[in-house]
């Protein structure tokens, strides 16, 4: 539900203007609406920059956290925002050292694979031989490729093999480079043990800072923390400060703020005790006006679901309530098997206890399993097994009622999950429409939602009018009739209330005109409900179809199991379990990524756009001290 909100308009004089702004920023009840859209300060710049460096440094220490163990035990210290830049700068020039001595560590990393092969070695003696006129030269070469007749011509002398690889040195008298074959290589200018040594001091060192990031994280990770929370106060206290208009030279700013209409007793009492000048009004169709949404537990549990499209702009009605059951069943559709449905209802329970953190996404998940075993159970689906044709002994006294194929006949000769998916798309599109005409009527009058209830009442009556009696339902007459009757009034107000406004002109020729104006709206609309409303139930049938392959695919890992694994007691079981693992591992991932994607899908075009539904909304963020958190 989309709460009501009120406008507030301040006049404030400039002495009075910073401690208004400390008081409602105390309140944190007001959301100040930008002004100055887009404008910004040297002092919002850098704070926004902070934000950043803030956000670095923490991914900084939580990465070390997660890969690197400690080798102390550290005492936390108490949260001190004014160390955040100080610890910033720190962990920024941690992490340039560790850069540093990474690139050296690699380096160095390299210089030893070259240098292994050919063992430890003094170069003072490869340069005493090229005094004597032995010039060296280093090569590598494949095995086969290596020529016996090197040996003798150019003194070549293998040194250690590797893999199917050879390491050989040879010799040149007359400055030339010998004519080998093979690949020459050009070795680091220090010894192999002087390169390990090396090696061995740059571990330290990493070993070192990976140690003090650690300490950073254990002894002043709070301090980081509230001082991140500090300059959000800066940044939103910047945005604020720009947010107003000054008015007779800056001597009065005007500034325009939004509270929940709950709370707006609370702001009218500090106003009048301040007396401050303010007018509270309730919000024009014109306005941009900030939405807080709140709903039921599991509703708003598909919330995070709702923003990866938008949040609905306060002129909308809030879809969340509707579409959650819609989304829910989509996903059990398509996962479609109990046994994977099982497994995402024991997966999200063991998050929704042991990850407080995380405990809304569990038990997102644990809705979203319970549906999916519910869907898999109704069809008979358990990891791909078809249980309508199983002959266990606890399945048989069940298997007649479980919607497979073998009711074809009752769906003219058609799947009847696909018939299924089909008719829950027709009543999740005629829900769009019902609350595209409720949106009308809340924006506009009742008048102005006619047109649509219209499409509703007439789809509706034709479906029961027509589709019942191809299930075997029988309609007496006088239901007839009044199916007939209502499709008949549903017709006029798709044509001639479709555009009420045409109507509302000064002159009795343009409301003459207002009829014509409907008739073809009525015309238009009536051409784009006959194409696109086929197209969008249509669309439904992926449900059925992501369920369907699912399940086949489930089935096909079952039988490669079964017919691939080699007739040994013991490996058989043994590659058995492993085909089973891998397969269904595959199959279970391919069909969360459908059973998300696709859901959203449905709901975000075919349901949003039947819906009206505009979303943009600008979410209500109440000017508040933000604290840190407490250890």
Known sequence: ?????????????????????????????????????????????????????????????DFAAENYESSATYMPQPADASKGVVLIDTIERLQKEENSVKHHLDATNDAIQQLEPFGE???????????????????????????????????????????????????????????????????????LSVYQEKCKTLKEQLASIHEQMLQVNAVDRASLEAGKIANENDIQLSKVHLSNENLMDGVVKLMVGWTLKENAERVVDYLEREHIFYEM??????????????????????????????????????????????????????????????LILAVSLFIVFTKPSIAQFGKLGVMLGGMTTICGFVTGTFFGIDLAKVDWAFILPIQPYFINDSM????????????????????????????????AVKNYGFIYGVGKFSWVIALLGATILFGLPLFGATLSQPVCYVLYALIALSALGIFFLNNPAAYRQPSTLKKALGVGVNMGGGIWAAYGMATGLLGDLLSYIRLFALGLTGGVLGSVFNSLATEMSPDIPGVHEVVMLIILLLGHGINFGLCMISSFVHPMRLTFVEYFKNANFEGNGKEYVPFEVKEAKTQ
Request: proline share 5%.
């Open 281 to 342: 009004t309730d919000p024009s169709f014109e306005d941009n006006v900030p939405v807080k949404i709140k709903n039921d537990k599991f509703s708003s549990l598909f919330e995070p679901i709702l923003r990866m499209y938008s949040l609905p702009n306060y002129h909308d009605i809030d879809p969340l309530p509707f579409f959650a059951p819609f989304f829910m069943l989509f996903f059990g559709l398509c996962m479609g098997d109990m046994g994977y449905g099982l």
């Open 408 to 439: 074809k006949d009752s769906f003219f000769g058609y799947s009847p999950m696909m018939i299924i998916s089909v008719i829950i798309g027709l009543i999740q599109v005629l829900l769009g429409m019902t609350l595209a005409g409720c949106k």
């Open 1 to 61: 539900m989309i709460q009501d909100m009120k406008k507030l308009t301040f006049l404030i004089v400039h002495g009075e203007y910073d401690k208004f702004i400390n008081d409602i920023r105390q309140l944190g009840i007001i959301h100040v609406e930008e002004l100055q859209e887009g404008a910004t300060s040297v002092e919002l710049q850098n704070a926004l920059d902070l934000s950043s460096r803030y956000d670095e440094a923490l991914k900084a220490l």
């Open 121 to 191: 070695f003094s170069w003072d003696n490869i340069r005493e031989l090229e005094q004597l006129g032995y010039v060296p030269y280093f090569y590598v070469a494949n095995n086969k490729m290596y020529k016996a007749e090197w040996n003798e011509k150019y003194y070549a002398t293998p040194i250690g093999e590797v893999g199917k690889k050879t390491y050989f040195i040879a010799f040149s008298l007359d400055g030339q480079e010998p004519e080998i074959t093979a690949e020459r290589l050009f070795l680091p200018e220090e010894s």
